[in-house]
T-cell receptor, first 114, second 112 residues
Framework: GENVGLHLPTLSVQEGDNSIINCAYS??????FIWYKQESGKGPQFIID?????DKRQGQRVTVLLNKTVKHLSLQIAATQPGDSAVYFC?????????????FGTGTLLAVQP | DGGITQSPKYLFRKEGQNVTLSCEQN?????MYWYRQDPGQGLRLIYY???????QKGDIAEGYSVSREKKESFPLTVTSAQKNPTAFYLC???????????FGNGTRLTVT
């Protein structure tokens, strides 16, 4: 089955630095990946997604990289700001599965130091 | 503003009582979902519905029930049969496969 995990439970960065949050997935047949940001007491907020036919996708200050060879996903946040402090988690969907088959990781807490 | 509204934000119940959590969306999405979030764990799917008047069990449906009488609404009932109901409950919706879930801001249920 799918197992989605994160390399570090907590990441502390200085304001203005770049942040990299990592995620590993176990099912090589996953074809769709999503990153979410969750602030304390709130629901997850969509950040960026990527399909398996891509290696990289960029948004505003964020980039997602997908390495299918090693089944690794990363989220890069440029010029990290205090407002970026939150829990970030990834989700992966197996090929042929509907959205109800999304498997969610446990999350990385990003702490931005001013 | 389109979105998903969950109410109430906090809910307290005594053990043995059923409780219903509300979820309403105005995104015109066909599919709606209920997840449970516990500390240190990923989101776990309770129930989902892909169309009105139809719903399916997720991975942890025992002790829960749902209904989908309207496209906009997908209420979740936590029954007294749920052995560990205290948790943060999240409702979500999506328009189609391979598109991101949109989440509400959750209901924190505490049962004592």
């Amino acid at each position: 089955g799918e197992n989605v995990g994160l390399h570090l439970p907590t990441l502390s960065v200085q304001e203005g630095d770049n942040s990299i949050i990592n995620c590993a997935y176990s099912n090589s047949a996953s074809d769709y990946f999503i990153w979410y940001k969750q602030e304390s007491g709130k629901g997850p907020q969509f950040i960026i997604d990527i399909r398996s036919n891509m290696d990289k996708r960029q948004g505003q200050r964020v980039t997602v990289l997908l390495n299918k060879t090693v089944k690794h996903l990363s989220l890069q946040i440029a010029a990290t700001q205090p407002g970026d402090s939150a829990v970030y988690f990834c989700a992966a969907k197996p090929v042929g599965g509907a959205t109800n088959k999304l498997i969610f990781g446990t999350g990385t807490l990003l702490a931005v130091q001013p | 503003d389109g979105g998903i509204t969950q109410s109430p934000k906090y809910l307290f119940r005594k053990e043995g009582q059923n409780v219903t959590l509300s979820c309403e969306q105005n995104l015109n999405h066909d599919a709606m979902y209920w997840y449970r979030q516990d500390p240190g764990q990923g989101l776990r799917l309770i129930y989902y519905s892909q169309i009105v008047n139809d719903f399916q069990k997720g991975d942890i449906a025992e002790g829960y029930s749902v209904s989908r009488e309207k496209k906009e609404s997908f209420p979740l009932t936590v029954t007294s049969a749920q052995k560990n109901p205290t948790a943060f409950y999240l409702c979500a919706s999506t328009g189609w496969t391979n598109s991101p879930l949109h989440f509400g801001n959750g209901t924190r249920l505490t049962v004592t």
